[in-house]
């Protein structure tokens, strides 16, 4: 399996700065080593931007940009048949990394484990950081096409998004989880009744027809700030990195994963080495759960 590691140094929609540092931390703490033995191509998603931390339109314009060209990055490498492996920057990257899948696999899931929602409409939104927008843009339930004419994209039905770890979610995000009877498995409930209860139910759901094609986002806050404290909006009580793990490694195990978001490292925060072994647990169990898929197939 050659993997594109898609560099995505977006920061933008977090409102905060070292977001966009993260991809070259990663890289030269060794994912390339981490990866081993798959091959890996490393390309650059986007530009980054001067910072614009000022949360209007010029910011959402900003961050479409970004996401445009990340999109075009996801499409060209999936066509290829590599694995685009998204390295961010914020969450809003993934308005474009899963745009991109969209565009080849219309049929796409997405599991997006996160201690946030980012479900947020544009108008909802307390914070009015375009990270915790970018699945209500995705799917439609934000149409913000007035705003930003300039980038449209394919729709993924909200159901098609599978959330886990979650514990901070806004009114109006919770408006919309229940509305729209979305699948959200908290971190209290893993944390409750142990992560193996979800992955046998998640690997069983993996394992029908009804599932062709998945979006794996991970958001290094899905897990808890004690473990991994570099990250720019940090929740308390989150899994653990064994907890993540696990998860990815039943997602990966499907075969049916097309694309993988790695997202919210922010090394200018206190606690980059600790973040950085957890983060180089993940990659090893990406490794690792890709190689046995390759040698059962
Ligand atoms: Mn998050």
Redesign the pocket.
Do not use: K, M, N
């Given at each position: 399996m050659k993997i594109d590691i898609i560099t995505a140094p977006v920061n933008i929609g977090s409102g905060k700065q070292g977001a966009q540092d993260g991809p070259e931390t990663l890289l030269k703490a060794g994912v390339t080593t981490w990866l081993n033995p798959h091959e890996c191509n490393i390309v650059a998603g986007c530009e980054s931007h001067d910072p614009v931390l000022n949360i209007d339109d010029a910011a959402l314009h900003a961050v479409a940009a970004q996401c445009k060209s990340l999109r075009r990055a996801v499409v060209k490498s999936l066509s290829v048949g590599h694995l685009p492996l998204i390295l961010g920057g914020d969450?809003s990257l993934t308005w474009g990394s899963l745009a991109g899948v969209m565009d080849l696999y219309p049929d796409a899931y997405c599991i997006y484990i996160?201690?946030?929602g980012?479900i947020n409409t544009y108008e909802g939104s307390p914070s009015g950081h375009v990270?915790g927008m970018c699945l209500s843009f995705l799917s439609g339930i934000c149409d913000v096409s007035t705003v930003v004419p300039e980038y449209t994209h394919p729709t993924i039905a909200p159901q098609r998004i599978k959330f886990y770890a979650t514990r901070s979610l806004d009114p109006c995000e919770q408006d919309i989880i229940n509305n729209h009877h979305l699948d959200v498995i908290t971190s209290d409930n893993i944390l409750t009744h142990g992560v193996q209860t979800y992955t046998r139910q998640l690997e069983q759901w993996l394992d029908t027809d009804e599932v062709r094609h998945v979006h794996l986002s991970f958001?290094i806050?899905?897990i808890d700030p004690s473990l991994t404290p570099a990250t720019g909006?940090p929740e308390k009580e989150g899994i653990t990195v064994q907890d993540a793990v696990a998860l990815i490694d039943t997602v990966l195990a499907s075969g049916k994963t097309v694309a993988i978001d790695l997202v919210?490292f922010n090394p200018r925060l206190e606690g980059r080495d600790k973040t950085l072994d957890a983060w180089q647990n993940i990659f090893n169990a990406i490794a690792r759960s890709l190689s046995s898929r390759t040698s059962s197939k």
């Open positions: 969450h996160d201690a946030h980012d990270h958001d806050d899905a909006v919210e």
